[in-house]
C-alpha cells in the first residue's frame, strides 16, 4: 500500500494509505453526455418526420428507407471505427467521429428532397459509427472490470435517456423557433433574419449539431487515452483501474495503449470467437424489435389510437425512459450477484433472458389492448424488459474484447445494427399489407431469438485466448 508521512504537533506520523482520486468518474461524465447526444441525435428525426414528408414531399415508404439508411451505414463503418480507436486511440477518434456526425446533423437540416436527405442520413450513420466501441475501449482501459456492467448500465441509462427526452425536447426547439417572439427577436438583426422564414424543424437539426462541436473541443483538451498519463490521476486510482478478475484479461494490458491494432493472428480469433458473433447476432433480434420506439411508434399511437405526433411526445419517450432505468438496475444487480457468487455467466446470461422473454411477451399483447392507455403500459413494459440485461450485454463485450474492445465492439455492433436498418422498411410493409398485429408477433419472435443467443456466450474469456468454451 502506498502511504504517506504527515507532521502533527512536530512529530511525524504514518498517515492512512492514499485514497484513489476519482478521475475516473469524469471520464464516465463525458461517455454519459456523449451516450446522450448520440441517441438524441439519432432519435429527434422521428418527432420531425410528418413535417419532413410535408415539406420535402416524401412518401411513407419514402420515410421508412430515412430512417432506415442511418443504421446501414452505421453498421457498415463499426469495424473501422472500432479498429480506428484501437490503432490510434479513442481520444482521436472519438473527436473524429462527434465532428463528423455533427456537421451532418446539421446538414440534414438543409436537405431540399428525398435524394439529399438519404445523403446526409447515410453520412450521418457513417460518421457516427464507432461511438460505442470506443466508449467501450474507455471503459476497459479507464474501470476496473468488477463495476462494468454497472457502469455499462449507467452509460445505456443515459443514452436511452437521449432517446427518451429527444421528442419533447426537439419539439420545445420547433416551438420556440415556431414562436413570434423567435421571429421578433431576428427580424431586425442582419444575416439572421432569414431565419425567420425558415422551417422549426431545419434550425432544430442545426443547433443539435453545434452541442456535438462543443463536447468535442472540451473532451479533446481534457482527456488522455492512458490514465497514467493524466497528471490528475494518482497512484492509488491507478492501481485501482489496472486491477482484473481474470488472469487471461490482466496477461492483456500493456504499457502503453497506442499499438497497431490487431494482427492477422488476432483477426483470425476475432471472426472465429463464438461469443462474439453470438452478441453480434443477439443485437440483431434485439435492434429489430427495439427500432419499432424510435422508427414507428409515433405512428402507430396515430393510426390505432388517434393520437397526434405532437401530443405523443411524453408517450414515445416513455419506453426508453424506463429502459434507461432498467440499464442501470440490471448493470448493479448483475455485478453484485456476480460479486456474491463468482458466477459471472450465469448472471450475465440471467438478466437478459429475463428481459427478452418479458418483452416477447409484452410485444404480443400490443395488439389485444383495446384501449390507449392499456397500449402504452404494455409498450412500457416491453421498451424497459428489453433494457434489463444491457448492462449485462455491454460488460460481457468488453471482457471478451480484452485489448481490442473497441475492433471487438465494432464487428458486434456492425452485425447487430443490421436489425435497426431493415425493420422500418419490414415494419411498413408488413404493417401497409396485414395491419400491426403481425407486426408485433415479428418483434416478439425477435426478442425470443435474442434470449437464445445466450446458450453461445461465455464472458468468463476474452476472445484472444482462443476458443471459447461458450
Known amino acids: 500500500m502506498i502511504s504517506r508521512m504527515r507532521q502533527s504537533h512536530g512529530v511525524l506520523t504514518q498517515s492512512d494509505p492514499e485514497r484513489p482520486t476519482a478521475v475516473r468518474y469524469r471520464v464516465m461524465g463525458f461517455l454519459c453526455v456523449l451516450a446522450f447526444l448520440t441517441y438524441f441525435d439519432r432519435v429527434c428525426i422521428g418527432r420531425v418526420q410528418e413535417e419532413i414528408q410535408r415539406d420535402l414531399a416524401i412518401t411513407s415508404a419514402q420515410m421508412g428507407i430515412i430512417l432506415g439508411v442511418f443504421w446501414f451505414s452505421y453498421s457498415l463503418f463499426e469495424i473501422p471505427g472500432g479498429w480506428l480507436g484501437d490503432r490510434y486511440g479513442a481520444r482521436i477518434t472519438l ?23 438519404f445523403i446526409w442520413r447515410f453520412l450521418f450513420g457513417a460518421g457516427e459509427a ?58 431586425g438583426v442582419p444575416v ?51 486491477e482484473s478478475e481474470t488472469p487471461e484479461i490482466s496477461s492483456q494490458k500493456q504499457p502503453s495503449l497506442h499499438h497497431a491494432g490487431p494482427d492477422r493472428e488476432t483477426w483470425g480469433k476475432l471472426v472465429r470467437c463464438r461469443s462474439l458473433w453470438a452478441l453480434g447476432f443477439l443485437y440483431v433480434f434485439v435492434s429489430f424489435g427495439w427500432s419499432f420506439f424510435v422508427s414507428w411508434l409515433p405512428r402507430y399511437l396515430k393510426e390505432v389510437h388517434g393520437v397526434p405526433f405532437d401530443r405523443s411526445e411524453l408517450v414515445q419517450g416513455l419506453p426508453l425512459f424506463l429502459g434507461g432505468i432498467s440499464c442501470l438496475a ?41 384501449s390507449y392507455e392499456k397500449a402504452v403500459v404494455l409498450l412500457a413494459i416491453a421498451g424497459a424488459a428489453n433494457d434489463f440485461g444491457q448492462g449485462a450485454n455491454w460488460a460481457s463485450i468488453v471482457d471478451v474484447g480484452g485489448l481490442y474492445a473497441g475492433t471487438a465492439a465494432g464487428l458486434i455492433n456492425m452485425v447487430g445494427n443490421m436489425g435497426n436498418a431493415f425493420q422500418p422498411w419490414i415494419g411498413d410493409a408488413i404493417s401497409n399489407a396485414h395491419g400491426w398485429t403481425p407486426v408485433f408477433g415479428a418483434y416478439a419472435c425477435s426478442y425470443l431469438c435474442a434470449a437464445s443467443m445466450w446458450l453461445f456466450i461465455d464472458p468468463t474469456r476474452p476472445f484472444t485466448a482462443g476458443r471459447s468454451r461458450g
Open 95 to 117: 473527436t473524429r467521429i462527434v465532428l463528423c456526425w455533427s456537421l451532418f446533423t446539421a446538414l440534414t437540416g438543409a436537405a431540399t428532397g428525398f435524394v439529399s436527405l
Open 130 to 187: 464507432g461511438a460505442f466501441p470506443n466508449m467501450a475501449l474507455i471503459q476497459s482501459q479507464w474501470l476496473p472490470a468488477r463495476s462494468r456492467a454497472r457502469a455499462g448500465g449507467l452509460l445505456w441509462l443515459v443514452a436511452r435517456w437521449g432517446g427518451a427526452f429527444s421528442p419533447a425536447l426537439f419539439g420545445a426547439l420547433l416551438r420556440g423557433f415556431d414562436s413570434e417572439t423567435f421571429r421578433a427577436a431576428v427580424d
Open 192 to 242: 439572421l433574419s432569414v431565419l425567420s422564414e425558415v422551417a422549426p424543424w431545419r434550425i432544430a437539426f442545426w443547433i443539435a449539431g453545434a452541442v456535438g462541436v462543443v463536447w468535442c473541443a472540451a473532451f479533446f483538451l481534457w482527456f488522455r487515452d492512458d490514465p497514467a498519463k493524466k497528471a490528475s490521476v494518482n497512484a492509488a486510482e491507478l492501481a485501482l483501474i489496472r
Open 330 to 370: 440490471g448493470g448493479f444487480l448483475c455485478d453484485w450477484l456476480v460479486a456474491r457468487t463468482g458466477r459471472k455467466r450465469l448472471w450475465r446470461a440471467f438478466f437478459p433472458v429475463c428481459g427478452y422473454l418479458t418483452a416477447a411477451a409484452a410485444m404480443l399483447a400490443i395488439p389485444w389492448a383495446d
